[in-house]
């Protein structure tokens, strides 16, 4: 709007055409050179076999070492038991619970950009929309796996499921957790189907453009066969519509019922209305986040800058400050109504929350405030958004402030909630730092493999969008001829 | 062209490959006028319009997933109506059986889970796929049909088809390229 620099104002900068953008983009798949073009630090350089030396493989390193680290706090649990984590009573719910909503936040960027984006035909989401669905695939991996570790016996963990057994049972309908798994699961579903929809037509782009004949039939069995015929597409996208459709719905549902998984309780903190729209905002404003500070090293590493510009990180940074005022207003009304209330409980919890002096926690709920309300408060600036190293810097900040709002949430209400008799202190263990960076590492790891095999922005959705782009700009030369045709 | 490795195969089609969006919907366009029915347009990119040259329309997948949802519906309301009143009736916190506000969530996750199986299976059932290989990609231009050509191909079992009429058709519209396309499917 008020922007005046020229380089800002499109979504596609350069000269491309159709077989530019296939070169550029699906042989970053195609062509394994491509991974090791960028180079690392000469520093980080020494500590790399030749050959190696690039961005591609120290991540996939870093990624593969956590998910090492996973397996191994993993194994640990699950022979021992979860007495290993730092859940005792009072708190129950420990870092399982916290990253477990981190993680699902996490997710619903992508499906925010690829569902409500499309329906509301925001051409700027087609850069980063596969992308960031390939994130909210893996984040909802790395969340399903603290529930399921948390029932202690993962093993059956298929007992979660409504099916007829021996045992006679059936799950209990009214219970928040039941909510949960279906959620979770649905979400996980939906979200595969819609990558995978979104998908078919560049793999089969990618089966006619390989040339190794093990990548051609990959590619081949998963296109399905699909021929870019005008049927095929006429059908395509009224599937991808109605997926955009059945997934918006998601992005709202999902973590509202996570956070009935709190506010259906009586705990003080937790008892709240608030909860789902705060948590809604929440998700998409760390899901942006994720998406920043992963699309800032990307971008750079394979010269994706004439796809993705500053226009959509300008964007995305509006976004984020949107959600986080939204966010902040969600605090400032769970202080208001604390107080509003009189009842003892809350003012007792806001106590705990924010008297420095005489409670434990109060370092989390200012931490909290910092990383999510005072730091964030930079994107005003256009300047601050149109300087990657800064956001890279606030979206770091955010991932962190989300992750505290958990904390905050959690461990405060469970360790001082109505018997003072039974208050406590949560102390998290090595095996909860463990997963917790396991699960960062196998997030790194899965998102790595993912920019190795398939192609990271959707191909065709950017030969459309830079066929309308031109379509335009020579509509406005010859208004007159165009309007003929049809 | 790649018709040499087949002994016994039939004529499947001519293709024409196009450079650009707007010759491939033109010579569509034209073919249709002409009153070729059986024929395809392959591009990279959807195509505004393509559908309406070729003269199709087929909102079949708006039911399919209609009914996906209904299904969704009927199913989350049985599975929690019958496990909690038949199944499995305990009494929860003075509730009643049939507590319907709090079957809401699981009912609209069924919902939407079942809808976007048949917008997924739907689309793909309704496309033939999978298919990993089909007749016109024995043509040797169509591997550009996924990059940057747009292909059309009128079908032998079209009433009007004639091999060299309609080869001297896609001539006049301005194709690129044109080949004859041969196919053992069906033997």
Same mark, same amino acid.
């Given at each position: 709007?008020?922007?005046?620099?020229?380089?800002?104002?499109?979504?596609?900068?350069?000269?491309?055409?159709?077989?530019?953008?296939?070169?550029?983009?699906?042989?970053?798949?195609?062509?394994?050179?491509?991974?090791?073009?960028?180079?690392?630090?000469?520093?980080?350089?020494?500590?790399?076999?030749?050959?190696?030396?690039?961005?591609?493989?120290?991540?996939?390193?870093?990624?593969?070492?956590?998910?090492?680290?996973?397996?191994?706090?993993?194994?640990?649990?699950?022979?021992?038991?979860?007495?290993?984590?730092?859940?005792?009573?009072?708190?129950?719910?420990?870092?399982?619970?916290?990253?477990?909503?981190?993680?699902?936040?996490?997710?619903?960027?992508?499906?925010?950009?690829?569902?409500?984006?499309?329906?509301?035909?925001?051409?700027?989401?087609?850069?980063?929309?596969?992308?960031?669905?390939?994130?909210?695939?893996?984040?909802?991996?790395?969340?399903?796996?603290?529930?399921?570790?948390?029932?202690?016996?993962?093993?059956?963990?298929?007992?979660?499921?409504?099916?007829?057994?021996?045992?006679?049972?059936?799950?209990?309908?009214?219970?928040?957790?039941?909510?949960?798994?279906?959620?979770?699961?649905?979400?996980?579903?939906?979200?595969?189907?819609?990558?995978?929809?979104?998908?078919?037509?560049?793999?089969?782009?990618?089966?006619?453009?390989?040339?190794?004949?093990?990548?051609?039939?990959?590619?081949?069995?998963?296109?399905?066969?699909?021929?870019?015929?005008?049927?095929?597409?006429?059908?395509?996208?009224?599937?991808?519509?109605?997926?955009?459709?059945?997934? !918006?719905?998601?992005? @709202?549902?999902?973590?509202? %019922? &996570?956070? $009935?998984?709190? =506010? +259906?309780?009586?705990?003080?903190? #937790?008892?709240?209305?608030?909860?789902?729209?705060?948590?809604?905002?929440?998700?998409?404003?760390?899901?942006?986040?994720?998406?920043?500070?992963?699309?800032?090293?990307?971008?750079?590493?394979?010269?994706?800058?004439?796809?993705?510009?500053?226009?959509?990180?300008?964007?995305? !940074?509006?976004?984020? @400050?949107?959600?986080?005022? %939204? &966010?902040? $207003?969600?605090? =400032? +009304?769970?202080?208001?109504?604390? #107080?509003?209330?009189?009842?003892?409980?809350?003012?007792?919890?806001?106590?705990?929350?924010?008297?420095?002096?005489?409670?434990?926690?109060?370092?989390?709920?200012?931490?909290?405030?910092?990383?999510?309300?005072?730091?964030?408060?930079?994107?005003?600036?256009?300047?601050?958004?149109?300087?990657?190293?800064?956001?890279?810097?606030?979206?770091?900040?955010?991932?962190?402030? +989300?992750?505290?709002?958990?904390?905050?949430?959690?461990?405060?209400?469970?360790?001082?909630?109505?018997?003072?008799?039974?208050?406590?202190?949560?102390?998290?263990?090595?095996?909860?730092?463990?997963?917790?960076?396991?699960?960062?590492?196998?997030?790194?790891?899965?998102?790595?493999?993912?920019?190795?095999?398939?192609?990271?922005?959707?191909?065709?959705?950017?030969?459309?969008?830079?066929?309308?782009?031109?379509?335009?700009?020579?509509?406005?030369?010859?208004?007159?001829?165009?309007?003929?045709?049809? | 062209?790649?018709?040499?490795?087949?002994?016994?195969?039939?004529?499947?089609?001519?293709?024409?490959?196009?450079?650009?969006?707007?010759?491939?919907?033109?010579?569509?366009?034209?073919?249709?006028?002409?009153?070729?029915?059986?024929?395809?347009?392959?591009?990279?990119?959807?195509?505004?319009?393509?559908?309406?040259?070729?003269?199709?329309?087929?909102?079949?997948?708006?039911?399919?997933?209609?009914?996906?949802?209904?299904?969704?519906?009927?199913?989350?309301?049985?599975?929690?109506?019958?496990?909690?009143?038949?199944?499995?009736?305990?009494?929860?916190?003075?509730?009643?059986?049939?507590?319907?506000?709090?079957?809401?969530?699981?009912?609209?996750?069924?919902?939407?889970?079942?809808?976007?199986?048949?917008?997924?299976?739907?689309?793909?059932?309704?496309?033939?796929?999978?298919?990993?290989?089909?007749?016109?990609?024995?043509?040797?231009?169509?591997?550009?049909?996924?990059?940057?050509?747009?292909?059309?191909?009128?079908?032998?079992?079209?009433?009007?088809?004639?091999?060299?009429?309609?080869?001297?058709?896609?001539?006049?519209?301005?194709?690129?390229?044109?080949?004859?396309?041969?196919?053992?499917?069906?033997?």
């Amino acid at each position: 709007m008020g922007n005046k620099d020229m380089h800002n104002e499109k979504l596609v900068t350069g000269q491309w055409d159709n077989a530019l953008i296939d070169k550029q983009i699906g042989d970053i798949v195609l062509d394994p050179k491509r991974h090791t073009e960028a180079k690392v630090h000469p520093l980080l350089a020494k500590l790399m076999p030749p050959g190696m030396q690039s961005p591609w493989f120290v991540m996939f390193g870093i990624g593969f070492v956590f998910v090492n680290v996973l397996l191994l706090c993993i194994t640990i649990l699950v022979l021992t038991g979860i007495g290993v984590w730092g859940n005792n009573q009072p708190v129950g719910w420990g870092f399982d619970i916290i990253n477990f909503v981190w993680w699902i936040g996490i997710g619903h960027a992508g499906t925010l950009i690829s569902a409500v984006l499309l329906l509301l035909r925001q051409n700027w989401r087609n850069s980063i929309n596969r992308f960031a669905e390939a994130m909210t695939i893996f984040a909802v991996m790395c969340a399903g796996m603290y529930p399921l570790l948390h029932t202690g016996r993962p093993w059956v963990a298929y007992w979660l499921m409504p099916y007829p057994n021996v045992m006679a049972l059936w799950p209990q309908f009214r219970s928040p957790l039941v909510w949960d798994v279906f959620a979770v699961t649905t979400y996980m579903t939906v979200s595969v189907l819609f990558w995978y929809v979104g998908l078919i037509p560049d793999l089969a782009t990618l089966r006619d453009r390989a040339t190794n004949p093990i990548a051609r039939t990959a590619f081949g069995m998963l296109a399905l066969g699909w021929n870019g015929g005008a049927r095929a597409w006429h059908r395509y996208n009224h599937a991808s519509i109605m997926l955009a459709g059945l997934s !918006a719905p998601l992005v @709202l549902s999902v973590h509202s %019922i &996570v956070s $009935f998984d709190f =506010a +259906m309780s009586i705990v003080p903190g #937790w008892f709240t209305t608030i909860f789902p729209p705060y948590f809604v905002a929440g998700a998409v404003f760390a899901g942006f986040a994720m998406v920043i500070a992963l699309a800032i090293p990307i971008r750079k590493w394979y010269r994706l800058e004439d796809f993705i510009t500053m226009k959509h990180f300008d964007w995305m !940074a509006k976004v984020m @400050l949107a959600t986080g005022l %939204i &966010v902040a $207003f969600g605090y =400032a +009304m769970e202080v208001f109504y604390a #107080w509003y209330s009189g009842q003892p409980y809350e003012l007792a919890l806001l106590n705990n929350r924010g008297n420095l002096a005489g409670a434990p926690y109060a370092w989390a709920f200012y931490a909290l405030i910092l990383f999510n309300v005072a730091i964030p408060a930079v994107l005003w600036f256009a300047k601050v958004r149109q300087n990657l190293t800064a956001l890279f810097w606030v979206s770091m900040s955010i991932s962190i402030g +989300m992750w505290f709002e958990r904390y905050v949430i959690i461990p405060i209400s469970l360790t001082r909630d109505y018997l003072p008799s039974s208050y406590g202190y949560f102390t998290p263990t090595i095996i909860d730092f463990g997963m917790f960076f396991g699960t960062v590492g196998f997030f790194i790891f899965m998102m790595f493999l993912f920019i190795r095999y398939l192609p990271m922005i959707n191909i065709f959705e950017m030969k459309e969008l830079w066929h309308h782009m031109n379509h335009q700009e020579s509509h406005d030369h010859e208004v007159a001829t165009v309007g003929e045709k049809h | 062209m790649s018709s040499e490795f087949h002994s016994d195969s039939k004529a499947y089609g001519v293709v024409g490959s196009f450079v650009t969006p707007e010759a491939l919907l033109a010579a569509t366009q034209k073919a249709s006028d002409a009153g070729y029915r059986k024929m395809e347009a392959y591009s990279p990119i959807p195509i505004e319009g393509l559908v309406d040259a070729l003269k199709f329309d087929d909102n079949r997948l708006g039911w399919i997933v209609f009914g996906g949802g209904v299904a969704g519906i009927l199913t989350g309301i049985a599975l929690q109506v019958w496990t909690s009143t038949q199944a499995y009736a305990h009494n929860v916190g003075g509730k009643p059986l049939i507590s319907w506000p709090m079957f809401f969530p699981v009912l609209y996750e069924c919902t939407i889970l079942f809808a976007a199986f048949g917008a997924t299976f739907g689309m793909i059932a309704l496309c033939g796929l999978p298919k990993p290989h089909q007749p016109i990609f024995n043509a040797e231009s169509f591997a550009r049909a996924s990059q940057d050509r747009f292909v059309l191909c009128i079908e032998a079992e079209d009433a009007l088809y004639e091999e060299k009429a309609v080869t001297q058709f896609l001539e006049d519209a301005g194709a690129d390229s044109i080949e004859s396309v041969m196919t053992t499917e069906g033997y």
